[in-house]
């Protein structure tokens, strides 16, 4: 199974940047998607960012303009910019692939970005 681990989150004021890095790392035939999602303290897990194996991405309309996901090999980048205090949750990234003709997804150990006012 594919191991994702996560890098970069951290505390920053509001109109900040950070940028978040999740690499993947085991065997895996075709990579069919890579994503970030977040979960804040009494909310549901939801998609920030989702990039295709053909380049497409697609983006939560409250990021939209702000953040950036990118792929370079096995590795997803979200850079996010102006940072608002309802950015602040846990941020996963997960990978969608397939393996020995099964299609599988892993999630990375989570980091947290917390962005104060």
């Known amino acids: 199974q594919v191991q994702l681990v996560e890098s970069g989150g951290g505390f920053v004021q509001a109109g900040g940047s950070l940028r978040l890095s999740c690499a993947t790392h085991g065997a895996f035939s075709v990579i069919n998607s890579m994503g970030w999602y977040r979960q804040a303290p009494g909310k549901q897990r939801e998609l920030v960012a989702l990039i295709t194996n053909g380049g497409e991405t697609d983006y939560a309309d409250s990021v939209k303009g702000r953040f950036a996901i990118s792929t370079e090999k096995d590795t997803v980048f979200l850079q996010m910019n102006s940072l608002k205090p309802e950015d602040t949750a846990v941020y996963y990234c997960?990978?969608?692939?397939?393996?020995?003709?099964?299609?599988?997804?892993?999630w990375g150990q989570g980091t947290q970005v917390t962005v104060s006012s």
């Open positions: 997960n990978v969608d692939y397939i393996i020995l003709g099964r299609r599988l997804d892993s």
